[in-house]
């Protein structure tokens, strides 16, 4: 955990507040590959150490999921291991409410429970948060539930945790949840996870790991932490702690060809990463992510919309969801940029040899015809090494670009 005193610290002083019997709910959020789960972890095992129970789920990202899904995990992981008489007494008069999640045996309840009446939902809840309540007050050490990866989570599980939240205080037990702010996430899961922030007694935002911690990270993997090599490190990774490991750990195998690992190779794991998150976006917003990733690590807006042949309003409100999750960030002045170079390297290693051709082609047209002098690398970058030049007019063309940048001094 480099990198991350402070955070396990505010823990801490909330598992500690729990085991007294002052529970909370703690969530963690950030960007993929920062270190939640990781935190999440290192969590649980501060707990067991302080004598809490816990308890981990996952939540799946699966749109087929069945609904509450890591409750369900959770309520099964916790019944299995109590003796009859122990379970009968946490579940209490909850057991048609566990029926209807698919928990009837765990329960001890009837196979076909009668459903839940007028109120029903609410019902649901309720009974299902006291059956947490009182397994917290039967557990010595008092309870702890965690919860990876909520932005996947489907809209009864997330009001579960709600409810959750409501009832921790004087019970020893805390709720810990992980989450991305910033995924695409749409309708009543939008506003129930909207809500969690004023709910919860401690929310940590993890973010970019700094110079120290990403020295520290090298040094773990065997190798020399030479300023160049941490500096580059975070240019191309943003302190991403997921991004930098898998870089560090091709730099580690591939040492003979350091300078080409470091400045341009991409590891697979990233690119698996970079590919679903960019599935999760809306097809629009994918494509120009595309786009942008052929044009370079940053530029204009109104470049992006004429290379994608957009008009800029269209385009600008199609960006909002890669600003939103993270993968874009507004520059200002009508610009943008990727956070993380790798990132935008990640895009570009998934593009067929087509798409990236058709990109060049269309940004090679737009630079030529602007109102100013392209900057020839510009030029040199989307013709000789993305599009071949396919007539003499086109090489003749490119050398007068070229000619009048030298004398220009671009």
Known sequence: MLGRSAERTAAAGLLEEAASGHGGLLLLAGEAGIGKTTMLH???????????????????????????????????????????????????????????????DAAGAPKHAAGMGQGGRHRLLRQLAEVWQRAADAAPGGLLLALDDLHWADLGTVLLLIEMAGRLAGHRMAVVATLRPGDPVAGRVAEALGELPRLARLTLPLTRLDDAALTALTQAVGLTATADLVAQLSRRTGGNPFFATQLLQMLAANAANAPQVLAVE??????????RRLARLPAATAGLLEVAAVLGAAGAVETLAATAGRDLGGVLGDLEPAVTSGL???AGAGRWRFVHALVRDAVVDGLGARRRLDINA???????????????????????????????????????????AVDTGI
């Open 266 to 275: 991409v590891p697979v794991h990233v690119v698996e990463v970079v590919r």
């Open 42 to 104: 290192a969590i649980a095992a501060d707990a067991r150490r302080r004598g809490l129970m816990v308890r981990i789920a996952g939540t799946p990202a699966d749109p087929d999921r069945a609904a509450f899904s890591p409750w369900v995990q959770l309520f099964e992981e916790h019944l299995r291991e109590l003796d009859a008489g122990a379970a009968r007494r946490v579940v209490g008069p909850a057991g048609a409410a566990l029926t209807l999640l698919g928990l009837g």
């Open 362 to 404: 269309s940004a090679l047209a737009v630079l030529r015809d602007g109102r100013s002098p392209a900057p020839a690398a510009e030029l040199a970058r989307h013709s000789p090494g993305g599009l071949p030049l396919t007539s003499r007019e086109d090489a003749v063309d490119l050398c007068r670009h070229l000619d009048r």
């Open 328 to 330: 874009l960030a507004d």
